[in-house]
């Protein structure tokens, strides 16, 4: 591994300058979008040297990867927090808050949404690694949530799970893409179409149907 500019290890330590670079380049992108990203520009915010960002970034594509990653590990402690606070709730309720969540979290969250499934990142062939295990592994443990809720009755047992996840994926994924884009602007609506495709998931799944 590389080692740490004089003028990094000044101002950061213990890994903090990846975290800033992550942090900022979310910030630019959400003000400015990507035209305005450059690892140099970054450096120069942060008070680091020029080649400082390399020593945690070939270039802007594998930034770019590190954010998009950043932002799968966000979404899933948001996720997780809903679950928290729903584990109480009926399996109705519970559903319908998990699709509020996705929602909320891609509406708010666009400078992350837009790189954990855009084109660049995967038609592209631009995606590290990294962001490939990390994605996975939020998908997968969201299949085998389901599977242990079906093992203990929780959910109907005719569901294929694999498959019902990935619907669910592209049905919230489809609803968040339409309300970043526009297509989708009123508020009061969005949220009653949140409740409806929550209903309508939990009827699938339903046990007792």
């Not at 960002?53 to 998009?68: E, G, I, R, T």
């Not at 949404?113 to 592209?124: A, I, Q, R, V």
């Amino acid at each position: 591994m590389a080692k740490q500019s004089s003028s990094e290890a000044k101002n950061y330590h213990h890994g903090a300058l990846k975290q800033a670079l992550l942090d900022e380049t979310a910030r630019i992108l959400a003000e400015e979008g990507e035209s305005g990203l450059s690892l140099r520009r970054l450096a120069s915010n942060l008070g680091v040297s020029r080649t400082a960002p390399y020593n945690h970034f070939d270039n802007k594509d594998a930034l770019l990867s590190a954010v998009a990653e950043e932002g799968f590990r966000r979404f899933e402690k948001t996720m997780d927090a809903t679950r928290r606070k729903h584990r109480n709730s009926t399996g109705n309720e519970m559903m319908r808050a998990l699709v509020q969540t996705y929602v909320k979290f891609a509406l708010n969250n666009r400078q992350y949404y837009d790189l954990m499934y855009g084109s660049k990142s995967w038609h592209e062939g631009a995606k590290t690694e990294s962001l490939a295990i990390t994605s996975r592994r939020v998908l997968r443990q969201d299949t085998e949530r389901l599977q242990r809720a079906q093992e203990k009755g929780l959910i109907c047992a005719d569901v294929d799970v694999v498959y019902f996840e990935r619907f669910m994926w592209g049905a919230l994924h489809g609803i968040s893409r339409l309300c970043l884009d526009g297509v989708y602007a009123d508020h009061v609506s969005i949220k009653k179409l949140c409740t409806s495709t929550g209903d309508m998931l939990w009827q699938l799944m339903d046990p007792a149907k």
